[in-house]
T-cell receptor
Framework: EAGVAQSPRYKIIEKRQSVAFWCNPI?????LYWYQQILGQGPKLLIQ????????DSQLPKDRFSAERLKGVDSTLKIQPAKLEDSAVYLC????????????FGPGTRLTVL | AQSVTQLDSQVPVFEEAPVELRCNYS??????LFWYVQYPNQGLQLLLK??????LVKGINGFEAEFNKSQTSFHLRKPSVHISDTAEYFC?????????FGAGTTVTVRA
């Protein structure tokens, strides 16, 4: 069974530029998550989709971050414009049903904002 | 308010010695508790979880954790570690239908 795929693995941009990350979850998983992991901290949930609807986006900085999940499968996370404090690893995960199910994580995208 | 607190940021340990990683959770949250591990250059993976039932939970790679409601703790243990257990370990809890992670404990196993 293929795992959660993410791309790119690394991205370096300058502040005020825009960037997009892509995630392909495990086939058949209804719930998809985007987390932000700042160095030295645990992952923080940014947004949670169930199928193609948003369940929770309370911690998503909506003035600059946006996310969508097309047809309940792939998802993209966008930052526009980026700030220095957005430097982090962005993790995508999926689970069969809700967050109490085992979440399977992708390798992450390491973003550096200069 | 912090939902889960990991009491040790770094734990150095010798190979074949026991290890315990401490985790306390807020009593206001649900008692769905997890330990995830992140090996170097790999994604997070589930070690074990407690949803209900027996308070002693066994996970992968010889790890186990005990849910203690009176002390609001969910400490992770392994009786004998290997070099390959070097990793970052995260305690997590379901809070408001989302997974909330602690800050992590870095375990470094030395020969």
């Amino acid at each position: 069974e293929a795992g959660v795929a993410q791309s790119p693995r690394y991205k370096i941009i300058e502040k005020r530029q825009s960037v997009a990350f892509w995630c392909n979850p495990i086939s058949g998983h209804a719930t998809l998550y985007w987390y932000q992991q700042i160095l030295g901290q645990g992952p923080k949930l940014l947004i949670q989709f169930q199928n193609n609807g948003v369940v929770d986006d309370s911690q998503l900085p909506k003035d600059r971050f946006s996310a969508e999940r097309l047809k309940g499968v792939d998802s993209t996370l966008k930052i526009q414009p980026a700030k220095l404090e957005d430097s982090a690893v962005y993790l995508c995960a999926s689970s069969q049903r809700g967050p109490a199910d085992t979440q399977y994580f992708g390798p992450g995208t390491r973003l550096t904002v200069l | 308010a912090q939902s889960v607190t990991q009491l040790d940021s770094q734990v150095p340990v010798f190979e074949e010695a026991p290890v315990e990683l401490r985790c306390n959770y807020s009593s206001s949250v649900s008692v769905y508790l997890f330990w995830y591990v992140q090996y170097p250059n790999q994604g997070l993976q589930l070690l074990l979880k407690y949803l209900s039932g027996s308070t002693l939970v066994k996970g992968i790679n010889g790890f186990e954790a005990e849910f203690n409601k009176s002390q609001t703790s969910f400490h992770l243990r392994k009786p004998s570690v290997h070099i390959s257990d070097t990793a970052e370990y995260f305690c997590a809890v379901i809070n408001d239908y989302k997974l909330s992670f602690g800050a992590g404990t870095t375990v470094t196993v030395r020969a």
